[in-house]
């Protein structure tokens, strides 16, 4: 797969999704989130386990971190990660210590990881493969649902 990607996502990219997040775009899909992960929780009765592929700056940490039971982000730019342990910080403590983060590519994510999530997130990253490449991709990221798929582009 197109791996190349962890050098594109660096404090530039990081920059640029800070100036973003006052877009109305930008707001809306968040509005959207929101909405869609109070839905989700309703349906599996509160409590979500989440797993964030990639995490990128953790844009969505602090809008789950009331309804998370766990939170796995995982994102093959380790300058990304430290961007998402920064949002961690700032969120409560419980839910800080049922999170954490693995660096590692979509394609060696089968090595690290053993577990089943309610929600999987993935934003703005599909657009970045082929169709073969989503086509595995999904492949991999079906053995860790076990409810919802949320796919933002």
Not at 26 to 43: Q, Y
Not at 68 to 83: E, H, L, P, R
Request: charged content about 25%; hydrophobic content about 40%.
């Amino acid at each position: 797969m197109n791996i190349k990607i962890s050098k594109y996502y660096n404090k530039r990219q990081a920059e640029e999704y800070e100036v973003r997040r006052n877009k109305p775009i930008w707001r809306a899909e968040t509005d959207f989130f929101k909405l869609l992960i109070k839905e989700i929780s309703v349906k599996f009765g509160g409590k979500l386990g989440f797993l964030d592929v990639p995490v990128g700056t953790g844009r969505w940490i602090p809008l789950i971190q009331n309804i998370a039971t766990k939170y796995v982000g995982v994102d093959v730019s380790t300058f990304m990660i430290n961007q998402a342990q920064q949002k961690l910080k700032e969120c409560s403590n419980e839910f800080s210590k049922s999170s954490r983060f693995i660096n590692t590519s979509i394609e060696k994510l089968p090595l690290s990881l053993n577990e089943k999530f309610e929600v999987i997130i993935m934003t703005k990253f599909l657009p970045h493969f082929s169709i073969d490449e989503i086509k595995k991709i999904m492949n991999i990221l079906i053995n860790y649902l076990e409810g919802e798929l949320i796919i933002s582009l």
